[in-house]
Every structure is written in structure tokens, then in C-alpha cells.
């Protein structure tokens, strides 16, 4: 069975909006976590990586302000899309990482921002 | 965290022994080398993972050079099911501060 659960797996939401995204890891605690985000017929971009209780490490070009990432648990981190717009309409997946060689992708969160 | 190279497509006949290969020449020391597919519009599946020797489950077998430069995915009688874009990863779990980035994957199509 799954390991990691993206909630939810779909969403539309209006312009303007915000969007939480859950991502949690069932069967073991997550040390680390990594969000991506996927664009039709490309790879998984890296968007950030969080440990749990310190703040998000965000890759170049990711606003920090408008993907809230908050990492408060071992078994859950969540990602916020702020004033959400419709350039931000993607697939995002999570990824969870228990330090010791374990290493799960949710199955992923398809967002529409009409 | 090491960079991978894989070509970008593949073909396979069903119930063929399907090959993927992959290069990570930059790959440490301590990182091991990750395999996941991805069917469309669904998260990354994990397949099997390996540091230094060859590793078997009941999806595949993995196939590390004894360098570590290179690795081979093997799918012994890959099926229409099989069809995917196929991804190697390096990645150390202990690392701290670890950007754990994907390559563009193979797409393998696995025909009738």
C-alpha cells in the first residue's frame, strides 16, 4: 500500500485563492521532505526541500512567500500555494525521506486555477 | 548529489527482458542509486534502490558497474503495464541539506 498520501489528489480553486496541500508518510517518520512540481510532458522540478522543524530550503526561482511550506511533524508537511494564479495550475508531488534509505513520492496533487 | 543521464526513449517487446541504463558518473560515495517510474498524472513509483551490489525484488533487478558510474535496470518480462517514463536517482539519505533533483527519465514503451 501507499507509504505517502498527497491530499487532495485534485483541486480547482478561484484567482486569487489559497490551496493547502497535504503530504503525509504512514509508515515511517519523514526526516526530510521534498516538494516538486510538474509541467505536461516534463520532469519533476525540485521546488524546495524541508526538515522537520526548521524552515524550507527553496531552489532558485521558487517564492518562498508564495509556496508556504510548513514541515511541523515527522509524518506531515504541507504546501500552501498563496493568491493562487492560473500560471500556477500543475502537478505537485511530495516526496519523503526517513534518513535511513527509505524514500517515497506521494501521488501527487493535480491543481486548476481558474 | 549526483547527475543522471539516461536516453530518452526505449522500446520493448512484451515479455522481452526490458534494459534501462542509466549514467551517474558524478555519483559519491555514499549515495545510492534510486529507480522509480512514473505512469502519466500519477506520483513517482518506487522500484528498487542499491549502493554497491546488485539488488533483486520482485519488480526488477539492478545492475551497479563496479565502478559505480553506471547502472543497469532490468525489467525480466516487461509487460503493456510496464509502459512509463523511467527515472535514476543518486541520492544519500543521511546527507544533510540534500537536493534530491530528477534527470528527464526514459520513456519506455513497451509494445504487443
Known amino acids: 500500500g501507499a507509504v505517502v498520501s498527497q491530499h487532495p489528489s485534485r483541486v480547482i480553486c478561484k484567482s486569487g485563492t489559497s490551496v493547502k496541500i497535504e503530504c503525509r508518510s504512514l509508515?515511517?517518520?519523514?526526516?526530510?521532505m521534498f516538494w516538486y512540481r510538474q509541467f505536461p510532458k516534463q520532469s519533476l522540478m525540485l521546488m524546495a526541500t524541508s526538515n522537520e522543524g526548521s524552515k524550507a530550503t527553496y531552489e532558485q526561482g521558487v517564492e518562498k512567500d508564495k509556496f508556504l511550506i510548513n514541515h511541523a511533524s515527522l509524518t506531515l508537511s504541507t504546501l500552501t500555494v498563496t493568491s493562487a494564479h492560473p500560471e500556477d495550475s500543475s502537478f505537485y508531488i511530495c516526496?519523503?525521506?526517513?534518513?535511513?534509505?527509505?524514500?517515497?513520492f506521494g501521488e501527487g496533487s493535480r491543481l486548476t486555477v481558474l | 548529489d549526483a547527475k543522471t543521464t539516461q536516453p530518452p526513449s526505449m522500446d520493448c517487446a512484451e515479455g522481452r527482458a526490458a534494459n534501462l541504463p542509466c549514467n551517474h558518473s558524478?555519483?559519491?560515495?555514499?549515495?545510492?542509486v534510486y529507480w522509480y517510474r512514473q505512469i502519466h498524472s500519477q506520483g513517482p513509483q518506487y522500484i528498487i534502490h542499491?549502493?554497491?551490489n546488485n539488488e533483486t525484488n520482485e519488480m526488477a533487478s539492478l545492475i551497479i558497474t563496479e565502478d559505480r558510474k553506471s547502472s543497469t535496470l532490468i525489467l525480466p518480462h516487461a509487460t503493456l503495464r510496464d509502459t512509463a517514463v523511467y527515472y535514476c536517482i543518486g541520492y544519500n539519505s543521511g546527507g544533510s541539506n540534500y537536493k534530491l533533483t530528477f534527470g528527464k527519465g526514459t520513456l519506455l514503451t513497451v509494445n504487443p
Open positions: 558524478t555519483i559519491s560515495g555514499n549515495e545510492y
Open positions: 542499491g549502493l554497491k
Open positions: 509508515d515511517f517518520q519523514a526526516t526530510t
Open positions: 516526496s519523503a525521506s526517513s534518513g535511513i534509505g527509505e524514500l517515497f
